[in-house]
């Protein structure tokens, strides 16, 4: 079976720029969370969505945006790009709420922001 | 923000020996998760234990909870070359605003031949 999907996998942007970024989850997974992680640390929980409704949304600000589809994938999206949001950006599905179990991950997007 | 430290930043060991990693976290929690990264690429569940549960084996891996000190330490043994990755614990505190896990900062633990 496919795992949770991700693309690009590396994409480079300059300042003021946006990006869509895109996640397949793992067939039947209904939960999709997005998180960044910047080099050096973990990864920060920036939103989730279940039943392709918010569930969730970390400390971030309102250039970032996401939905979910009625197929379960998901874009992020990163309005008027900044250099501090160089990260690499990954994607996580679940069945149910994350608080239930595991959750499985992609292998991420690479962004750079020059 | 982080909402836990692993302790110690990295770790490096031979092969064979025992791995020892901590984590700290500050609010109250309904879990705990360990997971797996090789470098800069997706993170790996290795192992979630609930806030009921004081200990708990996978395979080589043993995890302990101590809510009362809000810590968890993750045992790797007999490790392997192959072990070598980043750590992380996560946990999920099931605060209103949607569930989530943060993320501690990470043990770099690198096994040598």
């Known amino acids: 079976d496919a795992g949770v999907t991700q693309s690009p996998t590396h994409l480079i942007k300059t300042r003021g720029q946006h990006v869509t970024l895109r996640c397949s989850p793992i067939s039947g997974h209904k939960s999709v969370s997005w998180y960044q992680q910047v080099l050096g640390q973990g990864p920060q929980f920036i939103f989730q969505y279940y039943e392709k409704e918010e569930r969730g949304r970390g400390n971030f600000p309102d250039r970032f945006s996401a939905r979910q589809f009625p197929n379960y994938s998901s874009e992020l999206n990163v309005n008027a790009l900044l250099l501090g949001d160089s990260a690499l950006y990954l994607c996580?599905?679940?069945?149910?709420?994350?608080?239930?179990?595991?959750?499985?991950f992609g292998e991420g997007s690479r962004l750079t922001v020059l | 923000s982080q909402q836990g430290e692993e302790d110690p930043q990295a770790l490096s060991i031979q092969e064979g020996e025992n791995a020892t990693m901590n984590c700290s976290y500050k609010?109250?929690?309904?879990?705990l998760q360990w997971y797996r990264q090789n470098s800069g690429r997706g993170l790996v569940h290795l192992i979630l234990i609930r806030s009921n549960e004081r200990e708990k084996h996978s395979g080589r891996l043993r995890v302990t909870l101590d809510t009362s000190k809000k810590s968890s330490s993750l045992l790797i043994t007999a490790s392997r070359a192959a072990d070598t990755a980043s750590y992380f614990c996560a946990t999920d505190d099931n605060k209103g605003g949607g569930n989530k896990l943060t993320f501690g900062t990470g043990t770099q633990l690198k096994v040598e031949l």
């Open positions: 609010t109250s929690i309904n879990n």
């Open positions: 996580a599905s679940s069945f149910g709420q994350p608080s239930t179990g595991e959750l499985f």
